[in-house]
């Protein structure tokens, strides 16, 4: 065995690729960072609610926490579909962006160390390496390989294909309105706070994030919404994923190709079914886009001297909002363990895996429950029942995307 620093390959340069290629690297390991996308990632989702884990995370990787990371409310409201106040809450939280994120811990890796336009074609895992080899011909040889390729991971398709994401029932529509478009009142009941609101089936919530540029300076900064609609499969995903040329995108079609029909539907839909302020707020966003929710639960995240992290492991719905916490604990977990297996990789992944199996399958049921009664519209459900207790203001306010530290 080399006496050497230990090597490794991460796959997936997002955000569960970049924390851990962060950590590694910061914990003496020889990191090369291989990602699909030939450009820096960019406007990927919106806003992020942050969690404890994902700060410590972040100051592990050297990013400094400061004002800058995200907009801060000091509470929760839940509006009726009249536009009037059905519940309160104090709950202080600070809610960031997707591409804040990124470029903080893209700013902290080494450029050279990340290669883009490099997409992972097969991996072989052996007793004490792991070879990657890309479409483009080359191969990578490292004591370790980090799948963080998201939630159609080529690695866990290697060794699990028989998981797959497995669709929810229902999208969520999303989309960020700048500040400035917003009119006195909508801005007054809503900007700086987290807002929710609940009519029949749908589920909206919103929360201020930084504006164009990353500014948190007030006037510059956006309303992100989310959206929870139920669409079944046959009938209404596939025609929603469907572009003006007829051609069909499955599970998820990029923001530009929505037909411009299904948003002026969607922006109807809003004006009859939710308060006019967050009506006003779906009006008055640009680019609408949505994404069907699917969970995705692995019942092994450790193949040889591979890892999963991150989506390619397990894939919670947002309802906790925690997919980028998730990530990040991921990664401090794998770093930790292999920091006590020292050059014993196996029993440092071993160890990964027996801590993040059990929480991330905890996150995706919890994510679940949050989520059933939206699921229960489009799907036979065995707790309808049960399902509704957890579609009320209140506890939309309670439980929906509240710090990981406050969940029993
Ligand atoms: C509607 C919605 C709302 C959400 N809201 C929140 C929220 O409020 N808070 C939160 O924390 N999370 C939220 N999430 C989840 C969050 O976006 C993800 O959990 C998080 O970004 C972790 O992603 P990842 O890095 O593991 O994977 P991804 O971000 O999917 O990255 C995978 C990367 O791998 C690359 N790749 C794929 N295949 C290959 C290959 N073969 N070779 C090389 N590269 C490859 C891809 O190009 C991509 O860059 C939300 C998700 C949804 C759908």
């Given amino acids: 065995m080399s006496a050497g620093p230990r090597t490794a390959i991460v796959v997936g340069g997002s955000l569960g690729g970049l924390f851990a ?24 989702g919106a806003g992020i609610v942050t969690h404890d884990s994902l700060f410590r995370a972040l100051e592990r990787c050297g990013v400094a926490i400061d004002a800058s990371l995200g907009c801060e409310v000091v509470g929760r409201i839940a509006l009726a579909p009249d536009g009037s106040v059905v519940e309160r809450l104090a709950l202080p939280q600070v809610l960031t962006a997707w591409g804040r994120l990124y470029h903080a811990l893209d700013s902290v890796f080494p450029t050279a160390r990340h290669h883009r336009g490099r997409t992972l074609a097969t991996v072989q895992s052996e007793d004490d390496r792991v070879i990657a080899r890309f479409s483009d011909g080359s191969a990578s040889e ?73 500014s948190t300076t007030p006037g510059e900064r956006c309303y992100n919404f989310v959206w929870y609609r139920p669409v079944d499969e046959q009938r209404e995903l596939e025609s929603i994923c469907t572009d003006a040329t007829g051609r069909h995108h499955p599970m998820s079609i990029p923001p530009p190709l929505i037909r411009a029909e299904v948003i002026a539907r969607m922006r109807a839909d809003a004006r009859r079914l939710l308060a006019p302020q967050f009506a006003e707020i779906v009006e008055a966003t640009r680019q609408p886009f949505f ?33 980028v916490a998730k990530a990040a604990e991921d990664a401090m977990a794998l770093v930790d363990a292999l920091a006590v297996a020292g050059r014993d990789v196996a029993r440092g992944l071993a160890a990964y895996q027996a801590l993040r199996v059990p929480a991330s399958v905890a996150l995706v049921e919890r994510a679940r429950t949050l989520g059933n009664a939206l699921e229960s519209v489009t799907r036979p459900h065995r707790r309808r029942a049960e399902a509704r207790l957890h579609h009320t203001p209140q506890a939309a306010l309670r439980e929906v995307a509240i710090p990981l530290s406050m969940i029993d």
Avoid: K
Wanted: glycine share 12%; hydrophobic share 40%; aromatic share 10%.
């Fill in 21 to 44: 290629a962060n950590l590694l690297l910061r914990a003496g390991w020889d990191v090369h960072v291989y990602e699909r996308a030939g450009e820096p990632l960019s406007g990927r």
């Fill in 142 to 214: 490292a004591d370790l390989l980090v799948a963080a390729d998201g939630i159609r991971s080529t690695v866990r398709a290697r060794w699990l294909p028989e998981v797959q994401p497995e669709y929810a029932g229902y999208v969520a529509w999303r989309g960020l309105a700048d500040e400035r478009d917003l009119s006195a009142p909508t801005h007054a009941t809503l900007f700086d706070r987290f807002g929710f609101c609940l009519s029949g089936a749908e589920h909206m919530l919103g929360y201020p994030v930084a504006g164009p540029g990353n």
């Fill in 291 to 323: 994404q069907p929710i699917c969970d995705v639960q692995s019942p092994r995240t450790v193949f040889g001297r591979v890892a999963l992290l991150g989506d390619a492991a397990f894939v919670a719905r947002p309802h906790c909002g925690a997919g």
